[in-house]
């Protein structure tokens, strides 16, 4: 660990960060509604239907990052793509005022095509500010990371509460809202000269190509064991609800744990800085001891299981901040900048695949969550032995 010195955040980053928590308040905040107002008294969609076209667009959400980030790269520059698409995802929130199945689908069409530009531009465009003060891009991702959680909840209670109360109308003119002081700041900001200045020499290619690459894998590994392993944290999370807190209670319990944690780990990382291969095995090291505090859980837990479960959900939080925003960091750091937006884009990949592949074993793994919990475990303990011995030759070299 070493001392940063002369480098430091600027405006800027929070201007961006700010633009971010927005725009994910105005999405989430959608979302929080889309199919409460599907099968409401505009609509009057059969349950099963509004499900499955949220569904479909989640799914189209993440995709339409790929010519969004193209589009982003190649032809107009992140920035420009960023502000267009926080203009059409805006008109596309107020589109759904439209009560109809047109009004519907043009504002499902606008949203993803808006969010497709936003967020791998935003994103590209806010690492790029760190091209020559690399030692601060783990800490500058991670003040994004929590940007994202902070509006993810509060458009989740925002929006949602505005639009039950007082009309899905309502919340969808607030998302719009929104969305357009989300690029209102980034629109009026003279970040050019910043950009320019930034520069640093590229390792090797066949070095970069390697860092990428690992990082896909990475990062599609740690949430794959995620997901197998909430099965049976759930499952402990209904049980130990219905006995003791509201439900409610429980579903923000993680996301407080991850702000929390960030914000300790942004003002570390602001002033010191070890390797992200380090930080990045510490990730997945608390994972696995997060797992195997789980595995300590009898199948039908009681009250006297519950700090168990709050050391688990704290344990994950490390992991998760120690990997999912570093994951950007190294992505930014290695990558031609020409082409940042695209490779971003390209990361959800390996995520996707490892998903379908687990997903056909879906009905036999929700029946046996201690095995799929098991099966986490190890994939997490062999992660890190790898990295461990990496971090380890790396140090002696």
Known sequence: MERILHQK????????????????????GLRAIMVLYMIGESLQMPRDEA???????????????????????????????????????????FVFCIPSSIGLYIGLGLVL?????????????????????????????TIFYLMVNLGAAIGVVIIGYMGETYGFNIGFIIAGILMLIAIAFPLLSKDSNILESERVTMPSINQRV?????????????????????IRAYEIQSILADNIVLKSIWSSLNSIFIIVISIILILLWTFFYYRQSTKVTIGFIFGTISFGLLLLIPEIPTEQHLLLYFISLLFLGISEVHIAPIIHSILTRYTNPKYLAIIISLAFIPTRLFSLAIGLFNDYLYK????????????MILISIGLVIYTMMKKEN
Do not use: C
Not at 60 to 85: C, E, H, R, T, W
């Open 113 to 141: 095509l808006g969010g497709g530009l936003f967020t791998p531009n935003i994103t590209a465009h806010f690492g790029k500010m760190y091209l020559g003060k690399t030692k601060l891009l783990d800490s500058a991702f």
């Open 210 to 230: 390697v860092k990428i690459l690992a990082a896909f894998l990475l990062v599609g590994l740690f949430w794959t064991t995620y997901e197998m392993t909430s």
């Open 51 to 93: 499900l499955g076209i949220y569904g479909m667009f989640t799914l189209y959400l993440v995709f339409s990052q790929i010519p969004g980030a193209l589009i982003g790269d190649l032809l107009i520059g992140n920035k420009k793509a960023m502000i267009a698409g926080g203009i059409i995802q805006a008109v596309g929130a």
């Open 368 to 379: 046996n969550s201690i095995f799929s919990l098991k099966l986490g475990m190890i994939l």
């Open 9 to 28: 955040h600027n405006k800027y980053t929070f201007i961006y960060a700010f633009s971010r928590l927005l725009e994910r308040a105005s999405y989430y």
